[in-house]
């Protein structure tokens, strides 16, 4: 055991860490049928601001590297926000999501795995809830063969829980953490090549690409300046 935390305010949650991989999980999740009561917590103030920046990102991303008459799947697409997004960016984009209400992508909804029926997939504020990360991810990879997703990386002296903010004790939903050496173990397992900026956004992939250019793209501020020359009619 690493450590030992209290999770939604009562219950007393053991958290293990991989010597291997620098892998921290929560022992098995009991609490998150309490956690999802709602599947967007109340206390993400944070959520429409965050995805029109991934929208900006993802954009520079698939112009950068994918072809832009493809199609798009966001996986865990919480309340369709990011997928209404990426449509009115002229991008073909659908949403997959098993728990929670579809708001603003109603009719764009996919309800089951086809085989690499996607360009790309994207997973945002994903990763760090999947209670068997390996077999979500072979999922994911059954929509497409690149993912690009985020989570925010462990810092290279792991904290322990009520440490680090993103461990996010109050709610209950954050049950996996990830380093730089989990993903390159996750890249290796499936056999893709990883790129990241090195904290929050990263991309799987079957590409050969420049891990520069990906890191530098992949910037807010980068992205915010590329989305001006990036312009297409928008999608119903």
Not at 22 to 51: C, H, K, M
Not at 189 to 212: A, D, I, P, V
Request: glycine fraction near 6%.
């Amino acid at each position: 055991m690493f450590s030992n935390a209290r999770v939604l305010n009562k219950y007393s949650v053991k958290y293990y860490f991989c010597d291997t991989c620098r892998f921290v999980q929560t022992e098995d999740p009991y609490w998150l049928n309490e956690a999802y009561s709602e599947a967007i917590a109340v206390s993400d103030v944070g959520l429409v601001d965050r995805n029109i920046k991934f929208s900006k990102i993802t954009r520079a991303v698939i112009r950068t590297f994918f072809d832009c008459n493809g199609k798009f799947l966001d996986y865990g697409g919480g309340y369709g926000l990011f997928v209404r997004l990426m449509r009115d960016y002229g991008l073909d984009f659908y949403r997959y999501d098993k728990f929670c209400l579809n708001l603003f992508a109603k009719g764009f909804e996919v309800e089951n795995e086809t085989k690499n029926t996607y360009h790309l997939a994207t997973a945002f504020e994903v990763f760090e809830h999947l209670t068997q990360p390996l077999d979500d991810i072979k999922m994911m990879l059954g929509f497409s063969g690149n993912i690009l997703f985020s989570t925010l990386l462990l810092p290279q002296n792991v904290p322990r829980p009520g440490d680090w903010w993103y461990y996010a004790l109050d709610t209950g939903q954050h049950i996996a953490f990830y380093s730089l050496k989990t993903l390159v173990f996750i890249a290796q397992r499936f056999n893709l090549n990883l790129y990241t900026n090195g904290t929050h956004m990263h991309l799987l992939t079957e590409k050969k690409l420049s891990g520069f250019l990906f890191k530098w793209v992949s910037k807010y501020k980068v992205a915010l300046m590329l989305s001006l020359f990036y312009r297409r009619k928008s999608l119903s």
